[in-house]
């Protein structure tokens, strides 16, 4: 049950790739293009959100220690992306974002928050062992 909630966590947090549209009209003129200082948080959404799927993928269909540690590290990569982005939001505000203009700075508490759930239910015991025993199940 942990892991199906893990796999739909990382599904959800997956659509911060959703920056792509974002990316080539930062420090653009047009009303509602974002700041330039935010292409450097739009660029690690979309790293994010991109290699989320990639990590959905594995965890389905690969096992082992290594497939473990790769859902940490990808989201301690995300909680440090999502803090930055709020510094950034501090000092070059973009409030014309759908997302900010629908939660405001919680948005970033929020992404970070998520990611936090997942290292948490990660870190468990049982789930950690559900990725060694599949894979002594798969040698054996």
């Known amino acids: 049950m942990k892991q199906k909630f893990i796999l739909f966590l990382t599904l959800l947090l997956s659509g911060r790739a959703m920056t792509l549209a974002f990316i080539t009209r930062a420090g653009g003129l047009n009303p509602g293009d ?12 979309a790293v994010v959100g991109l290699t989320g799927l990639l990590l959905l993928f594995l965890m ?68 950690k062992m559900q990725f060694l025993k599949r894979l002594d199940s798969q040698v054996a």
């Open 60 to 127: 389905i269909r690969k096992t082992g220690l290594w497939v473990w540690t790769a859902v940490i590290v990808w989201n301690s990569v995300a909680i440090w992306d999502a803090l930055s982005a709020f510094i950034i939001h501090t000092t070059n505000p973009w409030p014309e974002f759908f997302m900010i203009r629908l939660f405001g700075s919680a948005m970033f508490f929020a992404a970070a928050g998520i990611h936090l759930i997942i290292i948490f239910l990660a870190s468990q015991p049982d789930v």
């Open 34 to 45: 974002p700041p330039a200082a935010w292409l450097m948080p739009l660029v690690g959404d």
